[in-house]
């Protein structure tokens, strides 16, 4: 496969509620009421922590497709811990997840082996799983 860019596209009209469309697509982010939102959808740190739970299923299944096993259903749960003092005092505490712990259940007609091996492919081969394992550049530019 060839390298190619995703766009992602978020607008925040007023408060913490943030609507971002992808390709066809539209979800809406936002916080919790005790946090100055309105708690129509999940915050940014828990979807990233879906985005990793989901994407560890995605290539669960692609790994054991290309093994050529039969998986019945794979269910992840995704962990995140974070202080957020931070976000308010970045220059004494990290503002982001600190730790994040990932269990997968993967079910079907598969030796202990067998699971274990598509777990381990399945965390190699997710894009989200490298991006957060590893140091990524990211550049800013405000449009002023």
Known sequence: MSK?????????????KVET???????????????????????????LLGSLGSCICIMSRIVADKMDLNLDSVRTEVEGDIDYSGIV??????????????????EGNLSEDQKRKIVESAENSCPVTDTLKHSVDVSFEANL
Do not use: A, L
């Open 4 to 16: 190619k860019t995703i766009t992602v596209n978020s607008n925040s009209e007023s408060g913490m």
């Open 21 to 47: 469309s992808i390709r066809d697509f539209e979800f809406v982010t936002d916080q919790p009421e005790k946090k100055g939102g309105t708690n129509e959808g999940p915050t940014p740190v828990e979807y």
């Open 89 to 106: 005092n970045p220059e004494k505490v990290r503002p982001g997840v600190g730790e994040i712990r990932v269990k997968v259940e993967v």
